[in-house]
């Protein structure tokens, strides 16, 4: 062996000991690290990375600029219609090539490609979702070895599918303002590599995930999977599924001893076995004492989250061989309930989960790739992101059907934060082939991920696609002309293969046949519901993009939102980096061409009109920064509205029976790349106002006030992890807080919770929350408030209105002379909490009053903890909106977008950067919705 092959084999065996827990008695020859990549015509021959893709590849060698600078998507459309090849040579020792089996191990081929080993093919790939292993003892020599991967362009190979297929597979190609390329459902390829609404065309070809080389004589560990299940007498079991690959050259079974002990508890399990290549597999129950002492997993803010090591091995007979394999799980139950809202089951069912028996909000949103290029998905950047969403009281998060299944950190970090993954199978927005190898490739991608996520604590759902059922129902691909063909094509791969995979692998999660769906309606329907979009049953995806987004009653009362959302540009600091000069126009051709919903830049103008005025500053790059702002305005108190509504409905039935809402997961977390989308987080981890909004929306403890007709409504909302669900005679559900087991600040005492409600003065006491809301009328002219009102509240559900009033009286009491002139700000217990909100009586565009605020940062101090700073501001008149941003320092402020209505307030920065104060002072930046407006000359 090579000194470098001797030395990545070592680093593989180190991190595969301490990253995944595997560790090999026999030989392992990691091939990651440094390949030669060319095109067809040679005219490029490059070093490139594995795991990566060409594009790297040549961004790396300096080949091409920044893919995402600009319209680069289009200029570089070449590269993913090119073919590409990657090329290594590493070195095999007479010891490795003496084994039984020798083995290529590929985590991840994107997509279709032809394995060679020393110019013999020795397998091919045509999914990049599966893990292939091929047989490579016969090609393999002692000495030096080439390794060739031989990828087909991904464009002209689904054209070519797409075109040798007996009949259309809609759609056929994206809208043309993605810039997009055609027939991506033909290949089982992440599918929005070929552009999306929000992502640009960067159809990948390479190695995308690990790959190395195994030798054993006897057998190893490819797969353990885990379900935890509780008994009815209230004791735990832990259910472990080993899969092996057996060596199939002596023809004799191998015998061999299977031990499976889970760290620093007295579990242990062992059984002898006689293994053959098929039968491979083994299943084993261990039943939990009592004095293990089990401790639960639960979601974000709802208690801990406690992860568990099983470590498996398999030992050979003679003692030669040992394979081990150690996976994290957790101890938690789900359920999703999903029985009749009421006796005579006329209103719909259920739709919510429950964990470890405590029925749980979700609260989240919807995860797409990190980047076009998964390489540079970092750990550190996914988890930047998923920590941003437990920092804003997020339990949940859908990994949407057009991406990937997420890496292992995706899910270790999942698993360690909280959030709740609903998984959907990687299928999206189109139908799909059913042809036998197609589906043969899918029954392979199945088996493979399922059992790759089956330990996971943090997965609770997996769904069969996005948005299919309802695709084909409301005939978006014009499937109508022959529905039965393409409805029978839908049950041949969701229900046949997808779900037929899935009941023989996993059932301990529930399976939802697509997104959004009816559940149990749909399967009754025969698969496609004849309303999937119904509010009564499962969730819905709803887009409102022209309706005044502020008003609540616009939207729709389901059982679970999963998903809705606004749009808005990105900060000029995350444009800059690939708008010039020229771009930085909302009307410019780059601000368009980065824009792909259909009129999505017309819409949010349209939207902006809607509530604020439109920024007029004559400078014209100042004015692009001010409708960016405005942009995020819009969708901050859009995405605000809606959530808000949805909590408040978890207690509330309309006579129709549309409520109980149990979920909202918005469109989406972070964006793929730098353009108008409706992300919270830009490109590279800066917050949207939106994401500050969500911080508050989503609090354990919220106001939430709103026009009710002539009256203002308040509402008050409480997420505890001790909920109880009553049931009414007529079956509906009310959730009840439980205090009685539970001391009040326990509740909150979660250290990922932030702006925790300390001092909001509520008294909880058996299943009662008491305290006093403070309603306060303001004019916007002035800082001191016209009327105060305290007023005694008491609930006992979840989420409850505590004060309904006449706006008019209100005004008469306070002395406002009309609605333009006044807004509602609320609090409990101390008005400078962070939880504490504000209603506005009209749209900003016609408040009369407002002024210019003269806002000064007047000082930043270290702390309160390391990398924190206080922020003071001041201000001289109300201000809405106050937005910080401190340019080109990384972080992210306790607060922002609020409205300030007191001449002082402080706020926190956490700067995600060593930074010190001098430069952060100088970086820091304040504005406020009065400063996008200039005198007309
Ligand atoms: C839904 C999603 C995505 C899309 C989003 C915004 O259709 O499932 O496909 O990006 O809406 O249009």
New binding site residues.
């Given amino acids: 062996m090579a000194g470098d092959e001797i030395r990545k084999a070592f680093v593989l065996v180190f991190f595969l000991i301490t990253e995944t827990g595997l560790c090999f008695s026999f030989s392992t020859l990691l091939l990651n690290g440094q390949w030669m990549v060319y095109n067809k015509d040679m005219s490029f021959v490059i070093p490139g990375n594995v795991p990566g893709s060409m594009y790297t590849a040549l961004l790396d060698s300096g080949k091409i600029q920044d893919p995402y600078y600009r319209n680069n998507d289009v200029v570089y459309r070449w590269i993913g219609r090119d073919d590409w090849t990657y090329t290594r040579n590493f070195t095999v020792t007479a010891d490795l090539l003496q084994m039984r089996s020798v083995v290529l191990v590929c985590e991840g081929l994107d997509t279709i490609s032809l394995v060679y080993i020393n110019d013999r093919p020795v397998g091919k790939s045509d999914n990049m979702f599966v893990c292939y292993v091929f047989n490579i003892k016969s090609a393999l020599k002692v000495g030096l070895n080439t390794i060739t991967v031989k990828f087909w362009s991904a464009v002209n190979t689904a054209a070519s599918l797409a075109e040798s297929y007996p009949y259309w597979v809609p759609p056929q190609c994206p809208y043309p303002g993605q810039n997009g390329e055609c027939h991506v459902n033909m290949i089982r390829k992440e599918q929005c590599s070929f552009s ?3 992502g640009p065309s960067f159809p990948t070809q390479g190695i995308w995930r690990d790959i190395y080389i195994q030798a054993y004589n006897t057998a190893i560990i490819r797969d353990v999977t885990t379900e935890t299940n509780k008994t009815k007498d209230g004791l735990w079991s832990l259910t472990v599924g080993v899969f092996l690959e057996v060596q199939n050259v002596t023809g004799y079974p191998v015998g061999g001893q299977i031990e499976a002990r889970v760290d620093n508890t007295t579990l242990r399990y062992t059984q002898d076995v006689m293994l053959t290549p098929e039968q491979n597999n083994l299943t084993f129950t261990m039943k939990i004492p009592p004095s293990v002492g089990i401790k639960l997993w639960w979601p974000n803010e709802y208690g801990e989250q406690s992860l568990y090591n099983l470590n498996v091995a398999f030992t050979s007979k003679d003692g030669a061989e040992v394979s081990n394999k150690k996976v994290r799980f957790g101890f938690r139950t789900v359920e999703l309930v999903q029985d009749y809202v009421s006796v005579n089951k006329t209103q719909g069912r259920h739709f919510y989960f429950r964990i470890n028996g405590v029925p749980i909000f979700f609260k989240g949103s ?1 995860w797409v790739p990190a980047d076009s290029f998964p390489e540079r998905a970092t750990k550190d950047r996914v988890y930047q992101y998923l920590k941003s969403a437990a920092d804003v009281h997020m339990n949940s998060m859908r990994v ?1 059907g ?1 991406g990937v299944y997420e890496s292992e950190a995706f899910y270790d970090i999942a698993d360690e934060l909280g959030i709740m993954i609903w998984q959907d199978f990687m299928f ?2 189109a139908m799909y082939p059913t042809d036998s190898s197609f589906l043969n490739s899918v029954r392979q991608e199945v088996t493979y991920q399922v059992r790759r996520l089956k330990h996971r604590p943090s997965v609770v759902a997996y769904s069969g696609n ?2 299919n059922e309802k695709a084909l129902r409301q005939d978006w691909y014009l499937t109508d002309v022959n529905y039965t063909l393409y409805y029978n094509d839908y049950l041949k791969l969701y229900r046949d293969t997808v779900y037929d995979v899935v009941k023989n692998e996993d059932t301990s999660r529930p399976f939802l046949p697509s997104s959004p769906t009816n559940g149990i309606l749909s399967i009754q329907e025969g698969w496609i519901a004849q309303q999937p979009w119904d509010e009564h049953y499962g969730d819905i ?1 709803d ?1 409102r993009y022209l309706d005044p987004y502020f008003d609540p009653s616009v939207y729709r009362i389901p059982r679970f939102a999963s ?1 809705y ?1 606004l749009q808005s540009l990105s900060s000029y600091e995350t444009l800059e980096k690939v708008y010039n000069e020229s771009d930085m126009d909302y009307w410019s051709d780059m601000n368009e061409h980065r824009q792909h ?1 259909p009129f999505g830049n017309i819409e949010m103008m349209a939207e902006t009109i809607m509530y604020v005025q439109v920024p007029n500053c004559p400078d014209r790059k100042q004015k692009f920064k001010d409708l960016i702002y405005v942009t995020q305005i819009n969708q901050a108190i859009g995405m605000r509205t809606e959530t808000e509504h949805y909590r408040r409905h978890q207690n509330y039935l309309n006579a129709d029976g549309r409520g109980n809402t149990m979920g909202a997961l918005y ?2 977390l972070a964006d793929i790349w730098q353009a108008p989308s ?1 992300a919270s987080i830009e490109y590279g981890g800066k917050w949207k106002m939106l994401h500050y909004f969500a911080e508050k929306f989503f609090a354990p403890l919220l106001i939430s006030p709103y026009d009710d007709g002539d009256n203002v409504n308040v509402f008050i909302i409480l997420d505890v992890a001790k909920v109880k669900e009553l049931r009414r005679p007529d079956n509906t559900v009310v959730f009840v807080p439980d205090f009685e087991s539970s001391s009040f600040p326990d509740i909150f005492g979660h250290p990922n919770t932030i702006g925790h409600p300390s001092g909001s003065g509520v008294h909880a006491s058996h299943q009662t929350l008491s305290g006093t809301l403070y309603i306060q009328m303001f004019t916007w002219q002035t800082l001191k408030p016209l009327f105060t009102w305290a007023v005694p509240f008491s609930m006992n559900t979840t989420s409850q209105s505590v004060f309904l009033r006449n706006v008019n009286d209100m005004m008469l009491e306070a002395g406002c002379p009309r609605r333009i002139s006044c807004f509602l700000f609320f609090y409990l217990g101390d008005p400078y909490n962070s939880m504490a909100t504000w209603h506005v009586l009209s749209a900003y565009k016609d408040a009369v009053g407002l002024q210019k605020a003269n806002i000064q940062i007047t000082s930043i101090q270290a702390g309160p903890n390391t990398g924190m700073f206080t922020v003071t501001l001041s201000t001289d008149a109300i201000a809405p909106f106050v937005w910080l941003e401190a340019y080109g320092v990384k972080g992210r402020f306790s607060e922002n977008g609020f409205l300030m209505v007191h001449s002082q307030k402080n706020v926190t920065f956490t700067a995600w950067e060593v930074v010190d104060i001098p430069t952060l002072h100088k970086s820091m930046s304040v504005k406020s919705l009065m400063d996008v407006y200039y005198p007309v000359q």
């Fill in positions: 999306w609404d929000w919807n949407w057009g999206g927005c996005n948005e995806h887009y998903e959302g919903h469109w989406m409706w």
